[in-house]
Structure formats: C-alpha cells, structure tokens
C-alpha cells in the first residue's frame, strides 16, 4: 500500500521538526542562555550521527553472525541481514538503541569538552570562529576516514523499526522522533527554570560581574557546552535514525550550524517556547517550499531552488526589523514564581 | 588578627606604576574610606585586591591567610565582595534575579537542577530575604524589571541591595554615590551605616567628600599608588601630605 502524499508530508515535517527542535533546544541552551556563539553546533551533530553509524553494527555483531561481512564494504547486504534479524528479534532494538544513545551522550559530551577546551577562554568573535573551524573538522575526518561512516560513499544504517509492518513503518518514526523531542522539551524547559536557567542568563549578560560574585563563568561554559554536546549528539542520532544512513558530506555548516541559528533567533533566543515556534515556522516553510516547488516553476523571475534560502532569509530580515528579540521574546521569571517554597 | 592587610601591593601597566607598594590595613567593622587624586590608584588598588587583576608584588591577607592573586570567584568565596565604578549588573535579567545572584545557591548546580526538592526551599528562603532588602531600599514595585530598566541611581541602589544579598564579611564599593543626587547620595550612606551594624566592614572609595566624610570612620589617602596618609576623617584634610596629593606641591 503506498502513502497518501499528504500524509508523507506531515510525517516528514513531523520527523525533521522533532530532530531540529532537539538541536536548537541544545543551541538555545548553550547560546540564547550561556551566550556561547557555537557556530560549531554540527560537531556534535556529525558526532551523533556518526555513533549511528558505527555503534549498531558493532552491537548487532554480537547477536548477529555477520560471517565475512564488513559494515562499509558489505554494507547493504548487512544491512539487510541486520535488519532481517530485528524483524524476528524486536525487542533486541531497545537495548541496541540505548547503547548507541549512552555511547552518543557520551561522545556529544566529549565533543563539547573537546571544542571547549581551548575555545572558552576567548571572547566574541574569536572564540565563534575557533568553534566553527571545530565544526569543519568533523565532516573532513568522515569523508576521508573511509572506515568510520563510509567516507564519501556514506553508508546505510539498520532500520531500528523494521519490525513494525511496512504500511505503519513510516509514521511509527515520525511519532518516535516527536515522542523523543517531546521529551527533551518538557526535560530543558524543567532545567532553564531552575536557578542553572538564571546562572546561564548571568553568564551571558556579564561573566566578569558573575566571577565577582562568586561564580566561575569558565566551569560553567565547559558544563554548558558539554550538555549541549549530549543533546546535538542525541539530534545526530535522531536524524542518522530516520533517513537509515550517514553521509558524511550531509553534516554541513549549513543545515546544522546557520539554519539552527537562524531558528532560535527568529523564534527568540533564551526562551523555549520561542525555539519551538521557531523550529516549526522554520521546517514547515521549508517543506512547504520543497512539497510546492513544480506548481510554482515558471512563475517565478528566479530558479525555484532559491526559493526556500530567499523565503527564510527574507523572514529573519523582517523579524529582525519588526521583533529584534525574536516572536516570542525572553522573558525572566517572575518573583512569584520564584517565591513558592 | 588582622581582618584583610595590604602590604607592599605592585600593579604595573608597562612602564605605568599603578600602585607602588600600596600599604594598608582594614579598621575591622568601620566604614574605610579610601581617597586620593584621579589616578592615585585607588580603583587599581581593589581591582587587584579582588583578583580582577595579579598584582606584581606584595601581598593581600584575610585574617593572616594569603589570598594574594587568587581569581575573583575565589576571592568572594573568602568572603569579600566588591562593587564597580559603572555598575555591572545582568541587564537581561530582572531586579529580582539579580539580587538572588548575589549569592550562588545550590540550584545552581547542573547535576540538582532538574530535582527542585533540592533547591526550591532555599530558592524561597533567598526570594523572601530578597524582597524584604528590596522593600528597605524602596525598589520593591520594580522587582520584575528587567535590570538596564531602572534608573542610574536605582542601579546604585541594586548594588547595595546586592551586597546585603550576598552577605560578605567584606564590602569594597567602588564610587557608591558617583553621579547621584544629594539626598539619595545621603541615603546610600545612611544605608550602609545601617548594613554596618551587621557586622561587616566597608572599603569605599569615593571622590565627593562632602557627603563620604561625613559617614567614615577612617580614612585611607593614596597617591602615585601608594598610600600616603591615613587619619580620622576630620584630621584628615589638615594633612599636608593629603593637600599635596591633590593640589600638587
């Protein structure tokens, strides 16, 4: 049975919203609350995707007789093994899938502690540019370490619902996705209204007065950053998850460093609620853009392929004209809310 | 024991000699005024007692403990707090937040921060203490606005407020009254009289004399970065030395 397009659509939206609104809460956690520019958000990203690449295969190894096959060179006839095998065995996806988040938390952590390490004593424009040149690194070690993810080949990853009956497989992963990112939602805004969401908000505003009160603005940028690592990590995995590949070319600036960026701005930065409008406004315009393209070729003075750059673009400039602050603005708590014992 | 002991302090900016073997020592619960001319080195003097800057020489003691060079956080932790010429404050942040982050609280752990038992209850206890200092230094109405809100000398208020927040045993201000009206200027000191009576000790430096003599206790003069005279507040002005540092020989 095929698809109805239109549910394809929403189930596509769904899946690549739920994916971006967990790496821009980590961008928000780390920029609009820490006020570290991490124009090096696809390190961790990449680092997610790249555990889904090679975490599974070396998990399944030990349930599965791979026999002579090697995850890149056999790739899609494993594959196919594997996932022959998690048909038969679907609970054996649970504890796959954990090892490979504990193992991916783990590396978006060292990532973020790596990245931070010789970047967090910089200021402005220093420190974002040494962390953008963090973020090139990754996706030059993926394309020419051919044993990591297949180099520029990429490579496929097995299908962790491929259990559930083809005709449901589709919106299952939607519905995962969103469960996750619905998740990690309720779990950052629970950890910004804590006094760690006001520490982070000080930071920003002004490390030298925080030192002067007794805090170590370095410590808690490494914290910061590091956290942050584990959840674009957590995103990584999330998106390898869906598309049942990594490739390493795909883990660029653009799509998991600026495109973020431009989120958590327009939708207002140190405010989750304003990531979620954001993410959201952001992916179904995008989508939209890409599902409605055919109908609008040649009606346009321009190649169509411009349109979704020039409609985001087009929007920062007119939220930055008309709400500097973002849609949804940051807001500080209230002393009520403050107050409850 | 001695409470906090500068001696023979050196902060040099290249061939600039900032401070020059700068000497001096806290009357423990007074008001200590500091003065001297524009760069004598006063500011320099508590930038590098605080830990802002290393200093090149000498020594800094709280209580006989060398807390020479430590960084500014550490310094705090020791129990002295200092305030700036131009206020720093989180401008991002309302008066309230500010006043609670004058102090670090277990909430601020990331590890707790999702498990509110752990810090909600002092959350509360430091927001009732806050909004009681708030209410004495009359800025309770603006308690939810955003900091860079307020007026220049409200600021000057929050900075108090924030030092009553933090509750350290030592308060360096830097220029409390710069820029304010008289009768608010009279009231920054009355207030610190009042936080006095805790307990603590005050090292401020303040260039209106007028009003700052009025409310010290004692009274450190710097000059060329030492410290050139010190003396009761109303013998201080007869000093020669102190004439000379400001008027020239």
Do not use: C
Not at chain 2, 160 to 166: E, H, I, Q, R, S
């Amino acid at each position: 049975m095929a698809l109805d397009p239109g549910i394809i659509f929403i189930g596509d939206l769904v899946a690549i919203f739920s994916v971006y609104l967990i790496i821009n809460l980590s961008l928000n956690l780390e920029f609009g609350f820490g006020g570290v520019p991490n124009f090096g958000k696809v390190l961790a990203v990449a680092g997610g995707a790249f555990v889904m690449g090679t975490i599974p295969f070396m998990v399944f190894g030990m349930l599965v007789d791979y026999g002579a096959l090697e995850p890149v060179d056999d790739n899609i006839m494993l594959v196919h093994q594997i996932n022959a095998y998690i048909e038969a065995h679907p609970e054996s996806v649970l504890g796959v899938f954990a090892i490979t988040l504990i193992v991916a938390v783990a590396v978006g952590g060292l990532l973020g502690l790596a990245s931070a390490y010789p970047a967090i004593r910089l200021r402005g424009d220093y420190l974002a540019i040494t962390l953008l040149g963090f973020g090139e690194i990754i996706r030059i070690i993926g394309i020419n370490h051919t044993s990591l993810v297949g180099g520029t080949l990429g490579i496929s990853v097995p299908d962790m619902l491929a259990f559930v009956p083809n005709e449901y497989r589709f919106l299952t992963a939607s519905f995962v996705l969103l469960a996750f990112a619905g998740v990690i939602y309720l779990l950052v805004a629970r950890f910004t209204k804590s006094p760690v969401g006001r520490l982070l908000r000080a930071t920003r505003d002004d490390d030298l007065a925080l030192q002067t009160l007794g805090r170590d603005p370095v410590k808690i940028k490494f914290k910061v950053m590091m956290l942050a690592g584990m959840l674009g990590a957590v995103g990584g995995v999330m998106y390898a998850s869906y598309v049942e590949g990594v490739v390493a070319f795909g883990y660029d600036r653009l799509n998991w460093t600026f495109l973020p960026f431009v989120m958590i701005i327009v939708g207002g930065m140190a405010n989750n609620k304003g990531v979620l409008v954001g993410t959201f406004l952001f992916v179904a315009i995008r989508k939209l853009v890409i599902y409605y393209n055919d109908s609008l070729d040649g009606l346009l003075p321009f190649d169509i392929i411009w349109l979704d750059y020039l409609a985001l673009g087009g929007l920062m400039i007119l939220v930055l004209i008309f709400r500097p602050h973002g849609i949804i603005p940051e807001r500080p708590q209230k002393t009520e809310s403050l107050e409850k014992g | 024991m001695n409470l906090l002991t500068v001696s023979e302090l050196r902060k040099s900016f290249g061939g600039l000699h900032a401070l020059d073997g700068a000497t001096l020592d806290l009357h423990p619960n007074k008001i200590n005024l500091l003065i001297g001319a524009n760069g004598s080195g006063k500011s320099t003097l508590i930038n590098t007692v605080s830990g802002l800057w290393a200093p090149n020489g000498g020594r800094v003691t709280l209580r006989g403990k060398d807390i020479t060079g430590l960084p500014p956080h550490r310094i705090f932790e020791h129990g002295i707090m200092r305030t700036f010429q131009i206020p720093k404050h989180f401008a991002g942040l309302s008066l309230m937040e500010n006043m609670l982050m004058a102090h670090p609280e277990p909430g601020e752990s990331f590890r707790k921060a999702l498990v509110p038992l752990q810090w909600k209850s002092y959350e509360a206890s430091q927001t009732k203490k806050a909004l009681g200092i708030l209410e004495s230094l009359e800025l309770l109405p603006l308690r939810d606005k955003l900091s860079f809100e307020i007026s220049g000398g409200q600021i000057k208020l929050l900075e108090l407020g924030k030092t009553l927040m933090a509750d350290t045993e030592i308060i360096m201000l830097d220029e409390p009254i710069a820029g304010v009206n008289p009768t608010l200027a009279h009231k920054i000191f009355k207030k610190i009289k009042e936080i006095l009576k805790g307990g603590v000790t005050f090292l401020i430096i303040e260039h209106r004399l007028d009003i700052a003599l009025h409310y010290a206790d004692y009274v450190f003069v710097m000059g060329d970065g030492r410290v050139v005279a010190h003396d009761l507040p109303d013998r201080i002005l007869d000093n020669k030395e102190v004439q000379e540092s400001y008027l020239g020989k």
